[in-house]
C-alpha cells in the first residue's frame, strides 16, 4: 500500500497551522514575565509605599486594583507576589523534577529498590498533600526555602511514575540493548541514548508541576505556614483580606487571587499543550 | 441499487511538528451493490477495504477528506441520508469482535441494535434473530468476553439482521473462525441475499468469498481492479481482466500454478 | 480474592508506618521544642526543675528512636496524647472535629462526583462541540483556581453582597453545638459544601471527558454510529457505563485533595471542623495532635486509594469472573 498511495506533502501556510497557537500563547507568556522582571524596582518601591491619605481605595485609575489598609496599591503588591510565586515556583518545580529522576533512576536499579520506591510514592500519596506541606514547613520552621523544599517533596510522586515507566521502557528496547551488546560504556549509553528520550519528559512534566507549585505556596502561605508576613506573597495579601471582607473591601479578596489564577491557568496549559506533543503513550499519564 | 462513483479519501496528518500533509489511501473506488447478490470485495489487508465501508454509512474519521458520490436506489446518497437510513436500511457487520461492548449482555446490545433499527418491539426482534442463528437461552445472554469468537461473530450478524436492513456491509465476518463457523456464517449471509437483501462481502479471502458471490470486486493498493461475476475465477483465469486478479486468483492454494502465480503475486503486492 | 486483601492490607500497614515514622521526624526536625510550645507564655512562670521533670516524663530527652518506640506504643493503646490548643485528649478533640467535618466532606464528595460526572459525559458526548468547549474552559479554570479563594469569592458574593449566607462558623455565635437545629446547621454548611464540590468537580469532570473520547472514539461507539444511534445515545449508553468506574475510582483516590480543600475552606469559613484543628495544631505546634491528625487522614486517605483499586474487582464483569 505504502508503494502506490501517494502520499502529497504541502506545507502549509503558518496561518492554518493550529499550533501556531501553541507558539504564539507561549511568546505572550515570555514576554509578559520578561516585562514583569524589567518592572521590579519600581514595583518593589510603589509596593511597599504606604499612603495614609489612600487607605482602603476601591479600584481608581490611580490605582487599579485598589489599595490596601496602610494605602499601599494593591497592583504592585500583586505583581510582587506573582514574581515572588514565579521564584518560589520555578525553584520548586526545578529540584521536584531532579528528585522525581533521582528516584526514577533509583527504582530501575533493581526490583527491590522499585518496591521501595513504590513504597515511598504510596506514602506520599497516602498522606493529603496539605498535611505534608504544613508537616515539612513545620519541620524546616518556614520561610521562602521552607516552602520551596516542602513544595518540591510533596510534588515528584506522579512524575517519578511516568519516568520509570519510561526508563524501564528504554532499558529494553532494542537500539539500547544492541548498544550494549556491541560494549558501549554504561555513560555513553546514559548520554546518547537515555537522557536523550527523557529530557522531553523532564521538560513538560517540570513545567507542569510548576503551576502546582504555585498554587500550592500560596496555599501554604494562606494559613500562615509559609512566607512571612511582611512579604507580599498572594497567600499573605489573601489571608490579610478575611479581615476585611466582611466590610466589602471586595478588591482586596478579588485581585490578587485572579492574578494568581491567571499565572496558573497560562503554565498549566502551556504544560498540557506541550504534552500533547509527546508520544501518545506518555500522553495517557 | 447502491453505487460508488469513483470515491478517493485522503488522510491528514502531521508529519514531525510542524509541517501537515495528505496521504491518498482511496481513488477511483467504483461499484455496484444489487439487491439479492452477495458482492465480493477482495483485497489483501492495508488495502482500505474497510475504510471504503465507514464511506458507505458515512462514518469516516475526522481527518479524512471524501471526494466522489454515492448513490442509492436513483437518488445521491449524502451524509443526512446516511444519517437517516444508517441501521434501517444500511447496516454494518464490523470487523473487530471489539465492537462488541463488554460491559452489556450481548441479548440486550441486540435488543438495542434493534431498536436503534425502528424495530416496535426490539426485544422480540432481537430474541427472533439470535434464535436465527442458533444463540438462545443462556448463551444469548452471556458478557462478550464469555463467548467465543464464532459466537460473538454471530452475534454481530445478529446486531446487524435484528434490524431488518437491506443492505448489509460485512467487514471480514468470518475473520479468525475455524471452518465450520466460518461456513456457518456465510452460509448465512448467502440466505439473507437470496432473501432478497444486498449483501457486500469485505474480505482478503478469495477462496472463501467465491464460495456464495455472485460477483467480485478485486481491490488494491486504494483502488478497484476490476469487477468480474464469480465464474470468471476459473481455469487459470483467462477470464479475468487485470493481472493481478489472475495473480490472484492462481495464487490460491488449490490451483496447480500455486509455485509461479505467488511469486507473481508478491511482485505485484 | 484473600490473598489480594492480605497484600492490600500489608501495603496499608506499611504505608501507614512510613507515614508515622516521617512524620515523627519531622516532628523531632523541627526547631520548635515542643515542651516550651507546651507551656507556651507560662514558660516564665517555670523552674527549670519543673521543665526537667516535664521532659523527663515525656521522654524529650531520650534519643529519637526511643521516643519513636514510645509514642508508638502510646499509639497501639490508644493513647494519642493530650492537645494543648483544645485542652482535651487528641482522640476526642479529632472525633468531635471530625463529626464537624464530616457532613461537609461528605456533600461535597457526593456534589463533585455526580456533578462531574454528568458534566463530563456531557463534554464528552461531542468534542470540540460548544458544550465541549465551555465544559472545557470551566473544568480547566477550576482546576488551576486557587481553593482558598474560590471560597473568599462564594464568601464575598453570596454572603457579603447578597447575604443569602452567614459569613462565618458552623452556627450563630453563642450558641453551643447541640442546641441547633438541622436547618441552621445546614444554612451554615451550604456554602462551604458547595464551594468545595465545584472545585472537585474539574478533576472528575475532566477524567471522564478523556475516557468518554475515549469510548466515543472506539469500535463499539461506531458500531454503535453504524446502526443509527445517536450521540447522546452512545454517550448515556455505552459512554457513561464505561466512564462511571474511573470517575468513581478516581473520587475515591483524590479524597487527599478533598481533605486539603476542607482545609481551607473551613479556614475561610471559620468552620470548626478538623481542617481547622490542623490548621491551629501547625500554626501553635501542638505536636501530638497535628501527628495524629497525620495519621488519622493518611489511614482516611490510604483507605480510598485502596477502595479505589479494589473498585474495578467488584463492579467490571470482566474481572468479576476472576474473583469467583
Redo the contacts between chains.
Keep these: 500500500m505504502s508503494g502506490a498511495a501517494q502520499a502529497k506533502t504541502s506545507r502549509l501556510v503558518l496561518r492554518s497551522n493550529p499550533r501556531l497557537g501553541l507558539a504564539l500563547g507561549a511568546l505572550a507568556l515570555l514576554v509578559a514575565l520578561v516585562a514583569l522582571l524589567i518592572a521590579q524596582p519600581t514595583l518593589a518601591e510603589r509596593a511597599t509605599a504606604s499612603d495614609f491619605q489612600a487607605r482602603l481605595q476601591a479600584p481608581v485609575t490611580d490605582h487599579w486594583f485598589g489599595t490596601d489598609v496602610l494605602g499601599r496599591d494593591l497592583l504592585a503588591r500583586t505583581l510582587q507576589g506573582l514574581t515572588l510565586s514565579l521564584w518560589v515556583g520555578t525553584a520548586a518545580a526545578l529540584l521536584g523534577t531532579l528528585v522525581a529522576l533521582g528516584l526514577a533512576a533509583l527504582a530501575c536499579l533493581g526490583p527491590r529498590a522499585d518496591v521501595a520506591v513504590g513504597l515511598l510514592v504510596d506514602s506520599v500519596l497516602g498522606l493529603p498533600h496539605l498535611i505534608l506541606l504544613i508537616l515539612i514547613a513545620f519541620a524546616l520552621g518556614g520561610g521562602t526555602q521552607a516552602v520551596i523544599i516542602a513544595v518540591a517533596l510533596t510534588h515528584w510522586p506522579s512524575l517519578t511514575r511516568v519516568l520509570r515507566a519510561e526508563l524501564l521502557q528504554l532499558r529494553q528496547a532494542d537500539y539500547v540493548r544492541l548498544s550494549r551488546r556491541f560494549g558501549k560504556s554504561r555513560g555513553y549509553i546514559i548520554r546518547h541514548h537515555l537522557l536523550p528520550a527523557l529530557l522531553p519528559h523532564c521538560l513538560v512534566g517540570g513545567l507542569l508541576l510548576f503551576p502546582h507549585a504555585i498554587l500550592h505556596e500560596a496555599t501554604l502561605t494562606f494559613l500562615g505556614f509559609g512566607l512571612s508576613p511582611g512579604q507580599p506573597a498572594i497567600g499573605v495579601l489573601l489571608a490579610e483580606s478575611l479581615r476585611y471582607l466582611s466590610a466589602g473591601y471586595w478588591w482586596l479578596g478579588v485581585f490578587p487571587g485572579l492574578g494568581l489564577l491567571l499565572l496558573v491557568l497560562a503554565f498549566d496549559r502551556l504544560g498540557n499543550a506541550l504534552r500533547r506533543l509527546l508520544p501518545p503513550r506518555e500522553a495517557q499519564q | 441499487m447502491l453505487e460508488i462513483r469513483q470515491l478517493a479519501l485522503d488522510f491528514l496528518c502531521y ?1 514531525g ?9 482511496l ?1 477511483d473506488v467504483s461499484l455496484t451493490l444489487t439487491r439479492g447478490e452477495v458482492h465480493a470485495v477482495v483485497g ?1 489487508s ?3 477495504k474497510s475504510l471504503m465501508a ?1 464511506a458507505l ?1 458515512g ?1 469516516l474519521p475526522g481527518n479524512t477528506r471524501r471526494r466522489g458520490e454515492l448513490w442509492l436506489d436513483g437518488e445521491p446518497l449524502d451524509a443526512a441520508r446516511q ?1 437517516a ?4 436500511q ?3 457487520i ?1 470487523q ?1 469482535l ?7 449482555r450481548s441479548h440486550r446490545q441486540v435488543a ?2 434493534a431498536q ?3 424495530a416496535a418491539a426490539p426485544r422480540a426482534a432481537a430474541e427472533r434473530a439470535l434464535a436465527e442463528l442458533g444463540l438462545v437461552g443462556d448463551s444469548a445472554r452471556r ?1 462478550p ?2 463467548l467465543s469468537g464464532g459466537m460473538a461473530r454471530r452475534v454481530l450478524l445478529a ?1 446487524a439482521t435484528a ?1 431488518d436492513a437491506e443492505w448489509l456491509i460485512a467487514d471480514e465476518p468470518s475473520v479468525g473462525l475455524d471452518p465450520r463457523h466460518r461456513d456457518g456464517v456465510l452460509d448465512q449471509l448467502r440466505r439473507l441475499a437470496d432473501a432478497g437483501k444486498g449483501v457486500l462481502l469485505i474480505t482478503h479471502d478469495l477462496r472463501h468469498a467465491l464460495r456464495i458471490a455472485d460477483r467480485v470486486t478485486v481491490f ?3 483502488t478497484t481492479l476490476e469487477t468480474a461475476p464469480a465464474g470468471a475465477f476459473h481455469g487459470r483465469g483467462e477470464a479475468l481482466a487485470s493481472d493481478y486478479a489472475r495473480a490472484l486468483w492462481r495464487a490460491l492454494p488449490d490451483n496447480d500454478f500455486a509455485r509461479p502465480a505467488a511469486q507473481e503475486a508478491a511482485q505485484f503486492a | 480474592m484473600i490473598r489480594l486483601l492480605g497484600r492490600r492490607l500489608l501495603r496499608l500497614g506499611a504505608v501507614l508506618g512510613i507515614v508515622a515514622l516521617a512524620a515523627f521526624g519531622l516532628m523531632q526536625a523541627s526547631p520548635v521544642d515542643p515542651v516550651d510550645a507546651y507551656l507556651g507564655p507560662q514558660l516564665a512562670q517555670v523552674s527549670p526543675e519543673q521543665r526537667t521533670l516535664i521532659a523527663e516524663r515525656w521522654g524529650v530527652d531520650q534519643p529519637a528512636m526511643q521516643q519513636f518506640r514510645l509514642w508508638l506504643g502510646n499509639l497501639m493503646r490508644g493513647e494519642l496524647g493530650w492537645s494543648r490548643v483544645y485542652n482535651a485528649p487528641v482522640g476526642e478533640v479529632i472525633g468531635t472535629r471530625f463529626l464537624a467535618s464530616l457532613p461537609l466532606l461528605a456533600s461535597a464528595w457526593l456534589g463533585a462526583t455526580l456533578f462531574g460526572f454528568i458534566l463530563g459525559v456531557v463534554a464528552g458526548t461531542r468534542e470540540d462541540g460548544w458544550a465541549d468547549r465551555w465544559i472545557r474552559r470551566y473544568a480547566y479554570t477550576l482546576a488551576s483556581t486557587p481553593t482558598f479563594w474560590l471560597a473568599i469569592l462564594a464568601l464575598l458574593l453570596f454572603s457579603v453582597t447578597l447575604g443569602w449566607t452567614p459569613v462565618c462558623c458552623a452556627g450563630p455565635a453563642g450558641v453551643t453545638r447541640d442546641e441547633l437545629g438541622l436547618a441552621t446547621r445546614l444554612h451554615h454548611l451550604l456554602l462551604p459544601a458547595l464551594t468545595l464540590s465545584l472545585l472537585g468537580v474539574a478533576q472528575i469532570t475532566l477524567h471522564t471527558r478523556a475516557r468518554m473520547l475515549e469510548l466515543m472514539r472506539s469500535e463499539i461507539a461506531l458500531h454503535a454510529f453504524a446502526q443509527g444511534a445517536s450521540r447522546r445515545e452512545v454517550a448515556w449508553r455505552h459512554g457513561a457505563r464505561h466512564a462511571c468506574l474511573p470517575a468513581l475510582t478516581l473520587a475515591f483516590a483524590s479524597l487527599g485533595e478533598l481533605f486539603g480543600g476542607v482545609m481551607l475552606v473551613e479556614q475561610v469559613f471559620a468552620y470548626p471542623g478538623l481542617g481547622r484543628a490542623t490548621v491551629e495544631a501547625g500554626l501553635r505546634s501542638d505536636v501530638p495532635l497535628l501527628l495524629a491528625i497525620a495519621l488519622f487522614t493518611a489511614l482516611f486517605v490510604s483507605l480510598g486509594n485502596a477502595l479505589a483499586d479494589s473498585l474495578y474487582r467488584l463492579v467490571d464483569p470482566r474481572l468479576r469472573v476472576v474473583c469467583q
Excluded: K
Design positions: 508529519r511538528l510542524w509541517h501537515s500533509e495528505t496521504i491518498a489511501c481513488h489483501a492495508g488495502a482500505g465507514q454509512i462514518l444519517a437510513l444508517r441501521g434501517q444500511l447496516a454494518l464490523p473487530s471489539a465492537a462488541l461492548d463488554p460491559l452489556v438495542w441494535a436503534r433499527a425502528g458478557y468476553h464469555q446486531m434490524g488494491h493498493a486504494g
